[in-house]
T-cell receptor, first 108, second 114 residues
Framework: RKEVEQDPGPFNVPEGATVAFNCTYS??????FFWYRQDCRKEPKLLMS???SGNEDGRFTAQLNRASQYISLLIRDSKLSDSATYLC?????????FGQGTELSVKP | EAQVTQNPRYLITVTGKKLTVTCSQN?????MSWYRQDPGLGLRQIYY???????DKGDVPEGYKVSRKEKRNFPLILESPSPNQTSLYFC?????????????FGEGSRLTVL
């Protein structure tokens, strides 16, 4: 079993839809959590950190549930430009573990 | 402009011919790392460095070497490349510590070993 697991996707949604990505991690010693976005053939870029209290950045909301070892990313009012692969990342003692990513395709 | 610069961006080489992929960052970051990305396997860490002269193996270090003689540079060395090292390579850096997860990535180096 992988230490960080994500829905494999792809998620195909219409513009304006709300989409949620899930991520689970197996090591309870994990300390901090992040969502990255990666466009096709490009480098990953930090989308947002994930805090225990949950955090929001515009149309994006990240949640962390330490008891269930679960992280989520919610995208509201999807735009065509949101099409990308979303990577869940866990920091365990300074070591970053990447999920395999969930591909999102937003259609007109 | 804050950035991580990798070179070369694209390289086709032959088995056994030593090569180096350079990585340089201008953000005074302490932490630097190399990843390879392969279809179906995601991003896997090769080596990382918490500071100058400190390097550690990641998940897939076999066949690679690194060095960190200066804070800004973290080259990846393939002493004797093999076809299974054909991949997309990313260098990344961050301030380290609790900010380790806030990585800045280079644009990637696509390597093909024939």
């Amino acid at each position: 079993r992988k230490e960080v697991e994500q829905d494999p996707g792809p998620f195909n949604v219409p513009e304006g839809a709300t989409v949620a990505f899930n991520c689970t991690y197996s090591n309870s010693a994990s300390q901090s959590f992040f969502w990255y976005r990666q466009d096709c053939r490009k480098e990953p870029k930090l989308l947002m950190s994930v805090y225990s209290s949950g955090n929001e950045d515009g149309r994006f909301t990240a949640q962390l549930n330490r008891a269930s070892q679960y992280i989520s990313l919610l995208i509201r009012d999807s735009k065509l430009s949101d099409s990308a692969t979303y990577l869940c990342v866990v920091n365990r003692g300074g070591k970053l573990i990447f999920g395999q990513g969930t591909e999102l395709s937003v259609k007109p | 402009e804050a950035q991580v610069t990798q070179n070369p961006r694209y390289l086709i080489t032959v088995t056994g011919k030593k090569l180096t992929v350079t990585c340089s960052q201008n953000m005074n970051h302490e932490y630097m790392s190399w990843y390879r990305q392969d279809p179906g396997l995601g991003l896997r860490q090769i080596y990382y460095s918490m500071n100058v002269e400190v390097t550690d193996k990641g998940d897939v270090p076999e066949g690679y070497k690194v060095s960190r003689k200066e804070k800004r540079n973290f080259p990846l060395i393939l002493e004797s490349p093999s076809p299974n090292q054909t991949s997309l390579y990313f260098c990344a850096s961050s301030f380290g510590g609790r900010d380790t997860g806030e990585l800045f990535f280079g644009e990637g180096s696509r390597l093909t070993v024939l």
